[in-house]
């Protein structure tokens, strides 16, 4: 596929610059020469689409080349809507992103040892009780996992340095979004993929009387979730705040 976009960043006189950029219609890069402090050493791109968002029919690839050691932000100038297909017409968006060596070297050392990284979008009234409930268990999994024991109940007490050495296998997170808090989303950092597929398959496991079945329960389920949920990315936003439905991206 021919891209619509390039974006080459490069360290230029030890600091990060756009190097070359490219685009065409429907796509345009805009990248401002300062945003931060001019100390920051961070590329800012912002990504903008005609006609205030993805449209049917529109394909839009676009290709990021990130040098050794450079920073770079790429996101939007505000959120972008994703317009109702019209008939077969479907739209799509593709980005490729060309790390240097030593550009994943850095990604490598900030992740450690977490291997996976998930987001989990949950949706509309429906949900609800999957929300509170995801919420509440995100919270008691937290607890348990940074708990420190207390030398007043027969543990021994821990020095600040062993608080830096314990290092939680699983990492969850929850916030609210959207009007009267109508949407969850999920935040999750973990060491292994099966300990996600865990926790997805326990929490999900009860929308099988919504959906006919227990999402990620094997292969062939997963799949179908993936795109029966998919589709709901192509409503209107009119058409989200009364449909019911989840993402998950791992």
Not at 43 to 51: A, D, E, M, P, R
Not at 62 to 90: H, N, P, R, W
Not at 162 to 183: E, H, N, Y
């Amino acid at each position: 596929m021919a891209s619509d976009g390039k974006v080459v960043v490069e360290k230029v006189g030890e600091k990060s610059s756009v190097t070359r950029c490219f685009s065409k219609y429907p796509l345009k890069f805009i990248s401002p020469r300062k945003v931060g402090p001019s100390k920051t050493d961070a590329v800012w791109i912002y990504s903008l689409t005609y006609g205030g968002g993805v449209v049917s029919g529109d394909s839009i690839s676009c290709e990021f080349t990130i040098g050794d050691a450079c920073t770079t932000v790429l996101t939007t100038q505000a959120s972008t809507k994703v317009y109702k297909s019209m008939g077969s017409k479907c739209s799509e968006q593709v980005l490729e992103v060309l790390l240097e060596r030593g550009s994943i070297a850095s990604i490598a050392e900030h992740m450690q040892d977490y291997q996976v990284i998930a987001m989990v979008v949950l949706l509309g009234p429906k949900l609800k009780q999957v929300q509170d409930q995801v919420q509440k268990d995100v919270k008691r999994i937290m607890s348990e996992q940074l708990h420190i024991p207390s030398a007043s109940l027969g543990h021994q007490v821990m020095t600040k340095s062993d608080r830096f050495l314990m290092k939680p296998s699983f990492i969850a997170s929850t916030s609210v979004f959207g009007p009267k808090g109508i949407g969850v989303v999920v935040r999750i950092a973990a060491m292994t993929t099966e300990s996600v597929y865990k926790f997805l398959h326990h929490q999900l496991a009860c929308l099988e009387p919504l959906l006919g079945m227990s999402p990620y329960r094997s292969q062939t389920t997963t799949s179908q979730f993936d795109n029966f949920f998919l589709h709901a990315a192509f409503a209107t936003e009119q058409e989200l705040q009364s449909m019911d439905w989840c993402l998950a991206i791992v």
